[in-house]
């Protein structure tokens, strides 16, 4: 775990003490409470480095709240495809009419285009990999790229178009211009339906988009920073919740 240490003299005198500053864990702020309460942690060296129910105290290099700066829950992460996120425990499926499922976070990405990474994904929905029909692939991903299409410094959603294991078929939809100030994502799918805002407005194009050819898969959110390329990333959340209402 990173430290800080800090020597306090007193002036004039010969005597000092050092006072150490560390980070702390997420579940220390109630805000973050929720969402630990329904997730595990997935990490270098395991792929459940925090278990459900094992937030209380809990944090690492990858997962803290930092004791300067912005003092939100915060992943970081270096490495060619190296992730640190948390994965929704409770699962469910996007056809269902009788229940709308979100994600809504307040994210930042600290500072990608100062980095080595190009493309750093911070949310998504997945299919879950241990079901017979299982494809292992995400159906969502929002991401910072560095450049696509002539594009600097954007976020994308990465819509998987098919539910094909092999096929490379992606929607790509441009969702704004990064900036060093929280935005706020949310990712809605009900009734074979999926919609996509930013700061409260819906993405043109992502607005009840029909992902119908995805109803036999089943599914949970993820979140926190997962790099697509080699380098060091770290994304921040303001806020972030999982949410099941009835429709």
Known sequence: MKK????????????CASFTFAESAPYSTSRYQSVLDDSKLQAPGSNTLIKQGDFAGAYNDYFYVPDSGNKWMTFEMTGYLARSELRQMDEWYSSDSSYTNKMIGEVEVINPEDGEVDEITF???????????????????????????????????VIKEDACKDCKNYLKVDIGEHKDDPVKFEIRVTDSKLTIKRDGATISGLNKYDIGYWDHLENYFKAGVYNQTSGTAKVQFKTLKYYTQAN
Request: with cysteine; hydrophobic share 45%.
């Open 4 to 15: 800080i240490f800090v020597p306090l003299c007193v002036v004039g005198t010969l005597a």
């Open 123 to 157: 949310m998504q929905i997945h299919d879950v990999s241990g079901n017979s029909n299982a494809i292992n692939k995400p159906l969502v991903r929002l991401v910072w790229e560095r450049e696509r299409d002539g594009i600097e410094n954007h976020y994308w959603a």
